[in-house]
Structure formats: C-alpha cells, structure tokens
C-alpha cells in the first residue's frame, strides 16, 4: 500500500490532454512539494516535474503539474505515443521522523 | 552526464543478506549538495525509498527498513553500496539507486535498476 495513491491507469487518444491525480496527506503532500517521474521498464526513471510545478531542462511543455491541498496532479497535453509509460508521484513525508514516499504509479496507455 | 549502475547478487537466499552497490560516473560521490539513496519497487507495486547517504558519510534510513539497512560509501571508487540483511520473499523487487540535490529535493539521476529475488 503506497503512501500516495494515484489512480493505476489512464488513457487517451494522440493529441488529446489526460490528467492523473496523487493524493497524500498533511504530512506530505500538505507540506512539501512534490516531483513527479516517468518511467519505462527497463530504463532509469526520469524526473518530469520538481517543485509541484517546474519542469527540468528538456522536459515540453506539454507536460505541466499542479498542486492544491493535499492533492497534486499532472497533465499531459498534446498526447503522443511515447508518452506511454508508468508516472510516479513522490514527496518527502515528515511522519515516522521522516521519510520519501512515492505513489503507486499511474500507467499511461496511449491508444 | 552523471550515470549510475546498479551491481550486485540477483538471488539471495531467505534469511541472507541482500549485497548491492551503486558505480557512480560523470561525477564524484564526494561533492557536496547531494545525498546518494536506494529505492526498491516490488512486482506490481509502487516504489519504497530505503535511505541515504550524504557526501560526508552520515546516513539516514526508512524507519519501516531501520534495523536491516546499512549503506555505506566507498570514495576512492566512486560507489556507494547497499546491505539489507534477513531478507525474505517481501524483499524481492528491483532495486534503484538514485542522486538526490538536496537543494532542490529532488532525485535528479536514478540507475536503471538491478531485480533481486529472494528465494531459496
């Protein structure tokens, strides 16, 4: 059971905007910011968006995330096909003195 | 480019240690700003940070993993490695290493990942 609970799969069609939601609580999401990953099997996660809203060097604007309460979200827009992955959402959770939680992972069909 | 990669025994029996290390290139595992961390994810499950290590050598482990983690550095090879002992069939997952800046909370450089099965 993860910390943050994301939703286990989305979908959508080429050029169409999906959005996933990641929802935690006062001790995590409430108080710190949050990044979210993307990740194919087999390769290295990628850092998407840092800081609830930024997105690192690199990464389209097609991709854009958001934060309110104790929820965050990210969305896609301008769908492609490799896109098509699994996205993570992480933040940093001050129960338990401390820890990094992650989401379960929401998997992006692109169909 | 920072690059890290994963190394270590693939399976371990239960009640066994669980041996990893992280090589570390592009980069020095001394420089300050950084934290060096383990994270698992096992099958059909979401990811679990294990700990860290700062550049300087302190240590900081998931309260959940506390009393079976020990990660250490090795400088002068530039890697960092991971010992998870007592392991069982829950421990099986694939394992990550991982840059975090701690500026920016963030993990910016993640290895691609190493599977280890707990099985005997």
């Known amino acids: 059971q993860s910390v943050l609970t994301q939703p286990p799969s989305a979908s959508g069609t080429p050029g169409q905007r999906v959005t996933m939601s990641c929802s935690g609580s006062?001790?995590?999401?409430?108080?710190?910011?949050v990044n979210w990953y993307q990740h194919l099997p087999g390769t290295a996660p990628k850092l998407l968006i840092y800081?609830?809203?930024q997105r690192p060097s690199g990464v389209p604007d097609r991709f854009s995330g958001s934060k309110s309460g104790t929820s965050a979200s990210l969305a896609i827009s301008g769908l492609q096909s490799e896109d098509e992955a699994d996205y993570y959402c992480?933040?940093?959770?001050?129960?338990?003195?401390?820890?990094?939680?992650f989401g379960g992972g929401t998997k992006l069909t692109v169909l | 480019q920072l690059q890290l990669q994963e190394s270590g025994s693939g399976l371990v029996k239960p009640s066994q240690t669980l041996s990893l290390t992280c090589a570390v290139s592009?980069?020095?595992?001394?420089?300050?700003?950084?934290?060096w961390s383990w994270i698992r994810q096992p099958p059909g499950k979401g990811l679990e940070w294990i700990g860290y290590?700062?550049?300087?050598?302190?240590?900081y482990y998931n309260p959940s993993l506390k009393s079976r983690v020990t990660i250490s550095l090795d400088r002068s090879k530039n890697q960092f490695s991971l010992k998870l002992s007592s392991v069982t069939a829950a421990d099986t997952a694939v394992y990550y290493c991982?840059?975090?800046?701690?500026?920016?909370?963030?993990?910016?450089?993640w290895g691609k990942g190493t599977l280890v099965t707990v099985s005997s």
């Open positions: 800081s609830n809203n």
């Open positions: 991982a840059r975090e800046d701690t500026a920016m909370v963030l993990f910016d450089y």
């Open positions: 006062s001790s995590n999401i409430g108080s710190k910011t």
């Open positions: 592009g980069g020095s595992i001394s420089s300050g700003g950084y934290s």
């Open positions: 290590i700062y550049h300087s050598g302190s240590t």
């Open positions: 992480a933040a940093w959770d001050d129960s338990l003195n401390g820890r990094w939680v």
